[in-house]
């Protein structure tokens, strides 16, 4: 039977740690450049030699363990708790060559908590491009550890960390640094009320704000023998024993680590100058940001043309092909028009996340951090709140996990709050649809009317965060003290496997995570679109038939009023009609009304809605386009989706808090039903304000 | 017999569909409450 041991991949973050966990696990993981993006546990298998089995954790970026957020919180509180049952049997401490001896603090940190460790330094491709040589041996012997030296990206040293952490019992768990030598009196007085416990990991518990279930700082403070000192005493206790590590680290650097100057050549500096500069930096941002939107619309509409008329066929070959009933109605109607509304997007989808993914691969992602970091401050948040906001361009939920990394609670619980103004992937299908209906297809310098509108609601949605977090930052009042670090990595060319990687799970978790919903709501739809109560839908035809007895209609004309007729009487137009009173003065007619209400569990189902709505009944091949520009509105006659009406939903989706499962999230990371509430009220009475404003002025 | 076979389908899509937002956005499952902590102090004496 083969043998399964824990083994938990620690480090700073950008070390490449999730490289490290792809390489040794084969799992498709996301590997991002910004710091922070690992902010929940994950977990593999590899298989080492001679038949043990590795289960993997790869653990959130952490500089040290004296815990600032709520992520390096799970570090602790994994290496702390022995009956965990992820509790590492060895750690592996993954480090970057560029930065070792800030990466070997947390080294000597874990060593202390007598775990046997393995010190991974990672990006040796890059030693000698940096002119940095290191004596392997030497350090060996002093970490007593034993060192793999890898380059996930040449893919090489990885078979010799298999075989490390196979034989990790031959590791040596001395500690790097005297638990005693911090301050001798007290840590005498612990270890003799705490005889039997491991000094290093008893001073963890006293200096660190994290669970610890029993074993709190109560529990020691309430054993007589022994008294904790004051907050103050302790942070510089903290001081003390994080200049020692330094002391031991620079000593064993000192022999073990060369760094030529000379033979270093460097491009960074000279790129970090222009692309952070206070002038240049955010010009350079927004063209990439222009370029970005004017490919998405010139690369896509090919495939997206090619995609709309295939499900146009698709059902119209499914109603001639399969037998005359309920279900082949369904499928045509139902299904594949539902389906047909979310597909259409994966072209432009997939080339944002593309972008987003080059962004982050490259390093550029965390300039942009910086760089907003000076905008962001003046709002109330700080530059680690642009992780979430750009982050939620895919999607708010994670998000909003991602501001676990903001230890000030006050910003966090502003980014977390202002997060779903974002345009969302959600957004996108709404967006794309409407725009391409109500803006013409001119150009100006080169860029189309239709991609500068995308931008412009882009632009928008991250106005409306940044605004909102100005209020809130004044409104709330909440104290809470604020710094900022961001690491700033390497300048690198994109890995072709993990920019595919990315693009792929972002799509597909777009297309399954909304097509099961999509689906499901489409099936709903197009029941309550086919049946109605009463006389007015059972008896159509003939009411039909008689109103237009005297006017000369074809037999296909006769056909539309009818579909009509029963449409406006179905169950769905009985529940529109009821609600047109409300949506009539932003411009929309009850079809439209039952699209917002049903894209209430999530955005993109808006689409999906009216695919459905306007497909039932209808014979013809048409696309989804198609249909909807030929809507007329019944009351002020015209093209339904005009430019008025069109711009009307377009802030309508920009600002509304049209999204359940984003409420669930805020509710589990604020732990209270008061902030998503304000959200979802404040968030959708402002939008239907700004689209009534909108129409009004427009129509 | 076509007709029968046709809405037996087509209703069953439909209760399968219900079932399946009801699970998602009316049922949630009861928040897991975090037990990594036994009853021996975690494992940190």
């Given at each position: 039977m083969s043998k399964q041991i824990n083994v938990a991949l620690i480090g700073n973050p950008n070390t490449g740690k999730t490289s490290v966990f792809n390489a040794l696990t084969g799992l498709n993981q996301k590997v991002g450049?910004?710091?922070?993006?690992?902010?929940e546990k994950k977990e593999g298998i590899c298989k080492l030699p001679r038949g043990v089995k590795a289960h993997i954790i790869d653990l959130p970026g952490t500089y040290s363990l004296n815990a600032s957020s709520l992520d390096e919180n799970v570090v602790i509180e994994l290496l702390l708790n022995k009956n965990d049952k992820d509790f590492p049997d060895v750690a592996v401490v993954i480090s970057d060559v560029e930065n070792l001896k800030r990466n070997l603090l947390l080294f000597t940190q874990i060593k202390d908590l007598e775990i046997p460790t393995i010190l991974v330094i990672n990006m040796s491709d890059r030693m000698a491009y940096k002119g940095i040589s290191l004596d392997i041996e030497y350090l060996e012997r002093k970490l007593q550890t034993k060192i793999a030296l890898i380059s996930t990206r040449k893919n090489k040293g990885i078979d010799d960390l298999k075989e490390l952490i196979t034989n990790y019992k031959d590791l040596s768990t001395t500690p790097c640094l005297n638990a005693s030598s911090i301050d001798k009196n007290y840590f005498d007085n612990l270890r003799k009320a705490f005889p039997n416990q491991l000094l290093y990991k008893l001073w963890l518990v006293i200096t660190q704000d994290v669970n610890f279930g029993k074993t709190n700082r109560k529990t020691i403070d309430d054993v007589s023998s022994f008294k904790t000192k004051s907050k103050t005493d302790l942070k510089r206790l903290q001081q003390k024993e994080t200049i020692k590590r330094y002391q031991f680290i620079n000593d064993t650097l000192k022999k073990g680590q060369t760094i030529d100057l000379a033979s270093a050549k460097d491009l960074r500096i000279k790129l970090d100058r222009i692309l952070t500069h206070k002038v240049w930096g955010y010009l350079i941002f927004g063209v990439i940001l222009l370029t970005i939107f004017q490919a998405i619309y010139d690369w896509s509409s090919v495939p997206m043309d090619f995609i709309d008329s295939a499900f146009a066929s698709l059902s119209e070959w499914t109603k001639s092909t399969l037998p005359d009933g309920a279900f082949t109605d369904l499928l045509a109607e139902g299904i594949i028009a539902g389906l047909g509304g979310i597909v259409i997007f994966i072209p432009q989808i997939a080339f944002l996340f593309l972008f987003i993914a080059i962004l982050e691969e490259s390093g550029y992602m965390s300039r942009v951090v910086f760089l907003m970091d000076r905008i962001m401050r003046r709002f109330g948040l700080s530059g680690k709140s642009v992780v979430p906001l750009i982050s939620g361009t895919a999607c708010a939920i994670p998000a909003i996990m991602a501001t676990r990394n903001i230890e000030s609670w006050k910003e966090r619980l502003i980014t977390i709050l202002v997060t779903p103004f974002t345009t969302c992937s959600a957004r996108l299908p709404v967006y794309l649809i409407i725009i391409s209906l109500v803006i013409p297809e001119g150009r100006f310098l080169g860029l189309s009317y239709q991609a500068l509108t995308l931008m412009l609601l882009y632009l928008i949605g991250f106005g409306a965060a940044v605004g909102s977090a100005y209020i809130l930052n004044k409104v709330l009042k909440i104290r809470s003290k604020t710094f900022f670090v961001v690491e700033m990595p390497n300048y690198k060319l994109p890995l072709f496997k993990n920019v595919a990687l990315t693009v792929i799970e972002k799509t597909k978790a777009f297309v399954f995570g909304a097509g099961k919903i999509i689906l499901a709501i489409s099936i709903v739809l197009w029941f309550l679109a086919s049946y109605g109560p009463g006389e007015q839908f059972n008896n159509a035809e003939r009411i039909v038939t008689e109103q237009y007895a005297n006017v000369n209609l074809n037999e296909e004309e006769l056909s539309q009023k009818i579909a009509s007729h029963k449409l406006e009487h179905s169950f769905i137009g009985v529940t529109g009609r009821a609600i047109e009173p409300v949506i009539r003065p932003l411009g929309y007619d009850w079809k439209i009304g039952i699209a917002i209400v049903s894209s209430f569990?999530?955005?993109?189902?808006f689409v999906g809605t009216l695919a459905t709505i306007y497909s039932v009944g209808s014979d013809e091949e048409e696309t989804i386009k198609n249909r909807m520009a030929g809507e007329v509105n019944p009351i002020l006659g015209g093209p339904l989706f005009n430019f008025a009406s069109g711009i009307s939903l377009l802030l309508f989706y920009a600002f509304a808090m049209q999204c359940m499962s984003t409420l669930a999230i805020v509710k589990k990371e604020t732990n209270s039903w008061k902030w998503p509430m304000y959200q979802l009220v404040i968030m959708s009475g402002f939008a239907y304000l700004v689209a009534l404003i909108a129409f009004q002025i427009l129509k | 017999m076509n007709a029968i076979i046709q809405y037996i389908l087509a209703f069953s899509a439909l209760t399968i569909a219900l079932v399946y937002l009801f699970k998602t956005f009316v049922w949630w499952p009861k928040k897991r409450t975090n037990k990594s902590c036994g009853n021996d102090d975690c494992g940190c004496h």
């Open positions: 450049n910004y710091p922070g993006i690992t902010v569990a999530a955005r993109e189902v | -």
